[in-house]
């Protein structure tokens, strides 16, 4: 299937629940989605399973959609197709399509065995910066059963204030690549129309400045904290 037709699968499918994933932090259940023709396995992440947090206000889950949306807006294919659906089983949530892939790989057997995905893992470093991820765990990097690197659970991004925690930092210090940054250009004077309505407008324009900064500052950061931007557990 085209991204186009996934998401349409997603987005208008009917849901059949197939279990709960245990090792999710706020409630997530792989579902089944069928719409006559097509059906597929996707992850459901409702609104009422989050639980709540100081930093960041409820629904979550539209972050889930939103950091789809940045992927896509630049070119970049991270995150696999996620859409909204008000009428999920337990209230509206994300439905995110699964990935297929070995559970023994994650970013520090990717890093440390399979060199050849360094370049998609140093773009999804860039990506969390640009997102604010805020936890960016080893077990949220996958590789499908095709070799495509996914990231996944970025519900936790897009903070006005920088609070960037993430496990990749063997690339810290390295310039971000011109062709990345061609593809930032653009965000820096318009940010994707739907960007505008998921996220509050002192979040968007933070967005735009650590694009501007990168920009400016081609290079990863450098974890200058002793080690508090790393995500506990990190895997």
Request: proline share 9%.
């Amino acid at each position: 299937m085209t991204g186009a037709e996934e998401e349409a699968l997603l987005a208008g499918g009917e849901i059949e629940l197939v279990g709960l994933i245990e090792s999710s932090s706020n409630s997530a259940m792989l579902i089944r989605v069928d719409d006559g023709a097509r059906r597929a396995l996707a992850v459901y992440k409702p609104g009422e399973g989050e639980r709540p947090l100081r930093d960041f206000p409820p629904g979550i889950y539209r972050r889930e959609r939103a950091a789809y949306v940045l992927s896509e807006a630049l070119g970049w294919e991270l995150v696999p197709v996620t859409v909204l659906r008000e009428d999920g089983p337990f209230g509206p949530g994300s439905v995110q399509r699964f990935v297929p892939h070995d559970p023994r790989q994650h970013y520090f057997t990717l890093h440390d065995s399979h060199p050849e995905t360094h370049p998609d893992l140093l773009r999804m470093a860039v990506f969390d910066v640009v997102a604010n991820n805020t936890d960016r765990k080893g077990g949220h990097v996958l590789r499908g059963e095709d070799g495509h690197v996914w990231g996944i659970d970025q519900g936790l991004c897009f903070s006005a204030l920088f609070k960037l925690r993430t496990v990749i930092w063997e690339f810290a210090g390295r310039p971000v690549p011109g062709p990345l940054l061609e593809d930032l250009a653009s965000l820096a004077d318009e940010l994707p129309g739907e960007l505008t309505e998921l996220l509050l407008p002192v979040e968007q324009l933070a967005l735009q400045r650590r694009v501007e900064d990168l920009l400016e500052h081609p290079a990863l950061p450098f974890d200058e904290t002793g080690g508090y931007r790393v995500p506990w557990p990190p895997l």
